[in-house]
């Protein structure tokens, strides 16, 4: 196959339909793995090789070697976040989604900035420190001004030691100008979902609205990052379309933001289509994706892309989720409200889809250290600008493990002493020793000694 030239389209269906149509040659998988684990990345067709295994003894070794690979780049890091929903309303009718416009069985509502500020502070109250703000797609209702507002509104806001550090966003598209006005805000990850990148499914299940252009949306991280922003997160809604074309697809087009921008996607998130009220398609999707294809998806992207933060929502079980953070995920959200005035304004307001973990903040917490994880709440490469190229230019190499960390185990010390239960802050605090003992640098465990005493005195955002 002659290589690809990511540059001149973001996803070329003609050359990923072939690819998912060829038979894997099993001979080829253990070459495949072994560069995987160079931390050298996967072209297109390599990846097709991965996706295309039906058998469980050879997809137990791409699991293995995700494993391995994860733990490479990231360590024992799992980071932790909430969603913030501050509007169910939209003017897009798109088939599976709880909030479409033609759905007369929810109850709508659109958060004032204050109240946007009390939900926050309920998070905060929770332990996190990252967010991710979310809202249906309506540019009047819930446009930049109001954007603008919540966002300012969120970070005045404090509770005790409570503060949220980074605000994610998940909204609409919008134009090289309007993003630039967006950078503006103080944002972390601009995230967008092309949900399906299949065009003919994707005019299906889009009938109306402005999401209804297929391009406006496949186009909108490039806008992006021309306007400035620096970290983007992609993803497909998994359930639309073949797994594997949608998989490759979403590898080309981080292919194609990284030769293009020098920058590959900062995230990449997974859901697949949950219930939701009043939409029986969602009852049903037509790709309804198992739980083996679904963790080769998992352990698929981080080979090809090792550097890329993986996310996973509350839709999956805690037993699949503790699962798929063995084949590559990162980050997960936890103790979540999917609908407007979920966790403290209690606005009459249906959510957006099904959750399958209820699991509090807490119970996580304790679930990850028991499973050997380092719950993480870390901000640190956003406030010291590690972000865009420089973060990509630590990442691919896998060195910024070394900064992660430490800062890893500062905010779960943070977390231990001003919001854990008892029995979390026991184990959580003899983890904490054993992270410190086991940190075989000298210097890096001088400085993991010294953030967590000040930690333990009281000082809080401790960060290197």
């Known amino acids: ?23 894997t040659d099993n001979s080829k998988i253990d070459e495949i793995l072994n560069k995987a ?34 733990e490479i780049i990231y360590g024992n890091r799992i980071v932790l976040f909430a969603p913030l929903y501050a509007a169910n309303v939209c003017t897009n009718n798109c088939l599976y989604c709880g909030f479409r416009r033609d759905n007369n069985s929810i109850k709508r509502c659109v958060l004032t900035p204050d109240e946007v500020a009390e939900e926050a502070k309920a998070i905060m109250e929770l ?100 306007a400035g922003l620096h970290d983007v997160g992609i993803g497909p809604l998994f359930g639309l379309a073949d797994y594997r074309f949608e998989t490759l697809a979403t590898l080309m087009h981080s292919h194609h933001l990284d030769a293009k921008f020098g920058v590959g996607p900062h995230t990449i998130s997974v859901p697949r289509i949950e219930p939701a009220k009043g939409v029986t398609f969602s009852e049903n999707p037509p790709e309804k994706i198992d739980e083996f294809n679904f963790k080769k998806i998992v352990a698929v992207l981080r080979l090809s892309v090792p550097y890329t933060g993986i996310i996973l929502s509350t839709r999956e079980t805690p037993i699949l989720r503790k699962q798929l953070c063995d084949l590559g995920a990162s980050q997960i959200s936890a103790e979540s409200r999917v609908n407007p005035g ?51 230019d630590l990442a691919k190499p896998g060195l910024i493990k070394q900064f992660c960390q430490p800062n890893a185990v500062s905010t779960l010390a943070e977390y231990i002493y001003d919001y854990a239960s008892e029995e979390t802050k026991e184990l959580g605090l003899k983890f904490i020793e054993e992270q410190i003992s086991e940190t075989e640098n000298a210097a890096t465990q001088s400085l993991l000694t010294d953030m967590i005493a000040r930690v333990a005195a009281g000082e809080r955002d401790v960060y290197n």
């Not at 160079?38 to 067709?45: F, N, Q, S």
């Not at 009459?348 to 050997?372: C, H, P, W, Y």
């Open 342 to 392: 979920g966790y403290s304004v209690h606005k009459e307001s249906d959510s957006q889809f099904t959750m399958s973990d209820n699991r509090s903040l807490d119970e996580v917490v304790k679930a990850l250290i028991k499973d050997g994880y380092t719950p993480s709440f870390c901000t640190a490469c956003y406030r010291k600008g590690r972000v865009g190229k420089d973060f990509m």
């Open 127 to 226: 332990g996190h420190k990252r967010i991710v703000l979310l809202t249906g797609e309506d540019y009047k209702e819930t446009g930049l001004d109001y954007l603008e507002n919540c966002i300012n509104k969120i970070y005045e806001a404090k509770v005790f030691n409570g503060e949220i550090r980074r605000i994610n966003v998940n909204i609409a598209p919008l134009s090289v100008e309007d993003f630039k006005r967006l950078n503006s805000f103080g944002i972390g990850t601009y995230q967008l979902f092309q949900e399906t990148y299949n065009e003919e499914i994707y005019k299906y299940v889009h009938p109306v609205g402005k999401k209804a252009d297929y391009r406006w949306r496949l186009e909108a991280m490039d806008r992006a990052l021309e």
């Open 37 to 70: 684990l160079k931390l050298k990345g996967l072209e297109l067709e390599e990846s097709a090789e991965l996706l295309n295994v039906d058998d469980e003894e050879t997809a137990e070794k791409i699991f293995k070697a995700a494993k391995q690979l994860k």
């Open 1 to 23: 196959m002659k290589k690809i030239d990511y540059k001149t389209e973001i996803i070329q269906p003609d050359i990923i339909n072939d690819l998912i149509n060829k038979k």
